[in-house]
C-alpha cells in the first residue's frame, strides 16, 4: 500500500489519507482514458485517410494493368464506356480546370471585394446582415444549386447568347462561384480583421486615403490568409460534385468554350456510379482511376496552399 | 430541462417502436419491382391501379435503370425487372448461377424517335444509312449538309440519352449495328425532360429518344420519318403497333423471377398488368401490344415458360414468331 503511495506522483503532492488516495487514482484512471479516447479520435482521421488511400491505390492499380499509364494521363480520347473504348482522361481534367477557371473570375474577385467592403468600410449594422446571408448562401445543398444553374441560369444564359447549349460549362461556373464566395469572403474578412490596426493608422497617419489604406497596406498585410482561402476555393471547385453533374454535362471534350456541354471528373464518377457498370470490369476501375486522380489534384491544391500560407506569413508582435 | 429531454427521447422510442409494430404487425404481402425508367411510368400506373383494388398488397416500384435493376433481380432482391432492353446473356448466367430462373413478358411499344426543332424546314425523313453515317463512332459529320446534299450548311447539334439508358442500347444496336457504338461528342443525359428542352431551343438540334416524351410535348418538338430502305414511316401509334415503323420500334418487357411468380400476390399483380396494359399504356403515352400477343404473353406466365426469346433477336423481328416459336 505504501509503495503505491510513492510511485503515484499525483500522491505525492497531495496528502496521504486512504479516502484521498482511491479518489486521486480514480480521477488518475479518467484522465488517462480521457486522453486514450481523443487519441484514438485524431487516430480515427488518419485512419480513414490511410484507408482510402488504400482502396484507391489498388483498384487504380488493376485498373493500370490493363491501361496504359501514358495513354491514361496524356490520350485525349475518353469513351470507356462507348464502343471503341479509349482511356486518355485529358478532357476530364480539362473539364474540370474549365470549371475552376470560371468559378475562380466570379467567385474569387466578388469573394475578397466583399470581404474587404466587410472589414473596412462597412458599418456593424451592414455586417450583422450581411454576414449572416453569406452564411446561408454557404449552407444551400449544392444539388439545389445544380437545379438553379440548369432551370433558371442556363436559359438566361440562352437569352443572351442563342448557340448556348443546354448543357454549358458557364452555368456550373457561375454556380460553383457562387457557392465558394462565401468561404472566400468568411476566410479574407477574418484574415483582413486579423491585421492590426497600428498598420491602418501609421497609414493614416502619412496622408494615405481610405482606398488605398484598404487595398494597398491591409489587403498586402492579409495576404497569405487572403491567397490560403484562393486555394481552399479552387480546392472546393476542383471537387465540387452535384452542381456540375446536373449543369455542366456529361460529354468530356478538351474545350475552352464555356458554352458547350463538358464532363468534369466528378461528373463522371456520378455517372459511372450510378450507372449498370458492372463490378470489377475496367470499366468499373476507372472510377477508381478517376478518384485517384481528383484525390491527387487536391492533395497538389491543399500542399500548395500550405507552402503560400508559410511563405507569405506575417507575424506581428 | 433535462426531464423534458428524456421526456421527448421516450416519447419517439416509443413511437417508432409503436410505428414499426404496425408495419411488422400485419405485414402485408409485396411486390418489389425495380429497374428502367422507361417502363417505370407504366408499372407505376399499373401498381396504382392494382393497389386501390388490392388493398392489402404493396408493390414497391424503383428506378435503378435497365442494367442497375438486373443487378438485383439477379440475387432475388427484387420480384420483376423492368427492363427496355431484352436481358443480356451474362445477366441471364449470373442469375442462373443464383439459381434464379426468368419468365420474359413484352408489355408494350414504344418507338425510339428522331426530332428536330419545329423551326427545322428542311428535313422530313432520314435513311438508316444518312443515321448510321451520323451517329456512327468517329463519325465527321458536322454539319447538316453533311448529311444530305442541298441541306443548309448549319451545324448538327446532336443529344441523346446517356450510355445507361436502355433506348441507347437499343438504338446504337438498330444504328450502328453494335450495342454502344456511337460517336463521343454528342450530349447526353438520362432524363429526356432535359433532351426536349434542349432541342425545343436549338434550331440545329436534332436527338433521339422514346415516342413517349415526343407525344407530351408535339407542339414544341418536329418528328421525322425513318426510311429503312423501303419508304419513309412516320412514327405513330399505329406504326409503332403494326411494325411498320422499323427498325426502332422495339418492344419493352418485365422479367418475373420463378420463385416470386408461385406466390399469390405477384400472380395476381402480373395478371392484372397483362389485362390492364392495352388501357394503361396507352394512357402513359407508349404503345399497346396487339391484343394476342397480351394473351400470348399471359399463357407464358401461367405455363412458367423460363427463358429470353428476345436476347439476341434482331431489331425489328416480328414479335408474334418470337413468342410463337
Known amino acids: ?317 | 430541462m433535462r426531464k423534458g429531454m428524456l421526456a421527448v427521447a421516450l416519447v419517439a422510442a416509443v413511437g417508432t417502436a409503436c410505428g414499426g409494430e404496425h408495419s411488422s404487425g400485419s405485414a402485408p404481402a409485396t411486390v418489389r419491382v425495380d429497374g428502367s425508367s422507361t417502363v417505370f411510368p407504366i408499372t407505376e400506373a399499373v401498381a396504382e391501379e392494382f393497389q386501390r383494388v388490392n388493398r392489402d398488397v404493396r408493390v414497391t416500384v424503383g428506378i435503378s435503370g435497365t442494367g442497375g435493376g438486373f443487378k438485383k433481380f439477379q440475387v432475388g432482391e427484387t420480384d420483376i425487372n423492368d427492363a427496355s432492353r431484352p436481358i443480356k446473356d451474362s445477366e441471364a448466367e449470373t442469375a442462373a448461377a443464383s439459381g434464379i430462373e426468368f419468365i420474359e413478358l413484352p408489355v408494350a411499344f414504344d418507338g425510339i424517335s428522331l426530332v428536330v426543332n419545329p423551326e427545322n424546314t428542311f428535313v422530313e425523313h432520314l435513311t438508316v444509312e444518312e443515321l448510321n453515317a451520323i451517329w456512327r463512332p468517329g463519325s465527321t459529320v458536322q454539319t447538316w449538309s453533311d448529311v444530305r446534299a442541298g441541306f443548309p450548311d448549319r451545324p448538327i447539334a446532336l443529344y441523346g440519352p446517356g450510355t445507361d439508358s436502355g433506348t441507347f442500347d437499343y438504338f446504337t444496336d438498330a444504328i450502328n449495328g453494335d450495342e454502344g457504338a456511337c460517336r463521343a461528342d454528342f450530349t447526353a443525359s438520362e432524363d429526356d425532360n432535359v433532351l426536349v428542352q434542349g432541342v425545343a431551343g436549338d434550331p440545329n438540334a436534332l436527338a433521339f429518344f422514346g415516342y413517349a416524351y415526343y407525344a407530351e410535348n408535339t407542339e414544341r418538338l418536329k418528328v421525322l420519318a425513318v426510311d429503312p430502305g423501303d419508304g419513309a414511316v412516320a412514327p405513330s401509334d399505329q406504326t409503332i403497333n403494326d411494325g411498320t415503323y422499323r427498325p426502332l420500334s422495339r418492344p419493352i418487357f418485365i422479367y418475373i423471377s420463378t420463385e416470386a411468380a408461385d406466390r399469390p400476390e405477384i400472380q395476381a399483380f402480373v395478371r392484372f398488368y397483362l389485362e390492364n396494359a392495352p388501357d394503361l399504356v396507352s394512357e402513359v403515352g407508349y404503345v399497346p401490344l396487339p391484343d394476342n400477343v397480351y394473351r400470348m404473353a399471359l399463357e407464358r406466365f401461367e405455363n412458367r415458360v423460363t427463358g429470353s426469346v428476345f436476347a439476341g433477336a434482331e431489331p425489328g423481328a416480328a414479335m408474334e414468331e418470337l413468342m410463337g416459336g
Not at chain 1, 485517410?49 to 496504359?68: C, D, G, R, Y
Not at chain 1, 490520350?75 to 475562380?104: H, K, N, Q, Y
Open chain 1, 1 to 317: 500500500m505504501s509503495s503505491t503511495i510513492l510511485e503515484s506522483p499525483r500522491a505525492m503532492e497531495g496528502g496521504t489519507a486512504a479516502p484521498d488516495l482511491r479518489r486521486k487514482r480514480m480521477r488518475s484512471w479518467r484522465e488517462e482514458s480521457i486522453k486514450a479516447v481523443l487519441f484514438l479520435c485524431a487516430l480515427l482521421s488518419v485512419a480513414v485517410t490511410i484507408a482510402i488511400i488504400v482502396v484507391l491505390v489498388k483498384e487504380a492499380l488493376t485498373f493500370l494493368q490493363s491501361v496504359n499509364v501514358w495513354g491514361f494521363l496524356f490520350g485525349t480520347r475518353w469513351t470507356p464506356l462507348l464502343e471503341p473504348r479509349s482511356f486518355g482522361v485529358l478532357p476530364l481534367l480539362g473539364g474540370t480546370f474549365l470549371i475552376v477557371l470560371g468559378s475562380a473570375l466570379i467567385g474569387i474577385p466578388i469573394g475578397l471585394a466583399s470581404a474587404v467592403y466587410l472589414s473596412e468600410y462597412a458599418t456593424n449594422r451592414v455586417r450583422g446582415i450581411v454576414k449572416p446571408i453569406l452564411e446561408i448562401l454557404a449552407g444551400i445543398p449544392t444539388v439545389v444549386y445544380g437545379y438553379f444553374a440548369l432551370t433558371f441560369i442556363t436559359p438566361l444564359i440562352r437569352i443572351v447568347l442563342p448557340g448556348t447549349n443546354i448543357f454549358n460549362a458557364a452555368s456550373a461556373s457561375i454556380v460553383v462561384g457562387i457557392m465558394v464566395l462565401p468561404m472566400v469572403a468568411s476566410l479574407c474578412d477574418d484574415a483582413l480583421r486579423a491585421v492590426p490596426d497600428s498598420l491602418r493608422q501609421g497609414a493614416y497617419a502619412v496622408g494615405a486615403t481610405h482606398l488605398a489604406v484598404s487595398t494597398r497596406v491591409v489587403v498586402p498585410a492579409a495576404l497569405s490568409g487572403v491567397m490560403a482561402s484562393f486555394v481552399l476555393a479552387l480546392s472546393r471547385a476542383v471537387g465540387e460534385t452535384m452542381a456540375v453533374t446536373i449543369a455542366a454535362g456529361a460529354t468530356p471534350k478538351l474545350t475552352l468554350n464555356p458554352l458547350e456541354s463538358i464532363q468534369t471528373m466528378t461528373a463522371y464518377i456520378v455517372q459511372v456510379s450510378l450507372g449498370d457498370t458492372p463490378v470489377g470490369t475496367v470499366e468499373y476501375q476507372t472510377i477508381f482511376a478517376v478518384g485517384m486522380l481528383l484525390f491527387v489534384v487536391t492533395l497538389i491544391a491543399n500542399i500548395g496552399a500550405h507552402r503560400i500560407l508559410r511563405r507569405f506569413r506575417e507575424v506581428y508582435e
